[in-house]
């Protein structure tokens, strides 16, 4: 049984870090693509950072560019976020996920497995 299960979130000020985690565990095929989506309350759930089984490819919203940086530890079968310089409006909660195959968008219905979401909560 495929489960992703993420941590790492809280509550920060603006321009604070946090790191989220997501651990994967149950996939019996090839390391999947993985990525982090994220909804605000009365928004739909957006792509913000995707990550290729591989490491060799990434894809990041416009909006976190530059702030956001996806990675893995493959070993630890582990899907990293570093959020930096953070802003009031990534408030939201941040969920894990992960498709079979590496497609560099964000449509949510492509991705097979979700995780149960962690809280980031930015302060101004």
């Known amino acids: 049984q495929v489960q992703l299960a993420e941590s790492g979130g809280g509550s920060v000020q603006a321009g604070g870090s946090l790191r989220l985690s997501c651990v994967a565990s149950?996939?019996?095929?090839?390391?999947?693509?993985m990525g982090w989506f994220r909804q605000a309350p009365g928004k739909e759930r957006e792509g913000v950072a995707l990550l290729s089984a591989g490491g060799g490819s990434t894809l990041y919203a416009d909006s976190v560019k530059g702030r956001f940086t996806i990675s893995q530890d493959s070993a630890k079968n582990t899907l990293y976020l570093q959020m930096n310089s953070l802003k009031a409006e990534d408030t939201a909660t941040y969920y894990c996920?992960?498709?079979?195959?590496?497609?560099?968008?964000?449509?949510?219905?492509?991705?097979?497995?979700w995780g149960q979401g962690t809280q980031v909560t930015i302060s101004s």
């Open positions: 996920a992960a498709r079979r195959i590496w497609y560099a968008n964000f449509n949510a219905a492509e991705f097979d497995y």
């Open positions: 149950g996939f019996t095929y090839r390391r999947p693509s």
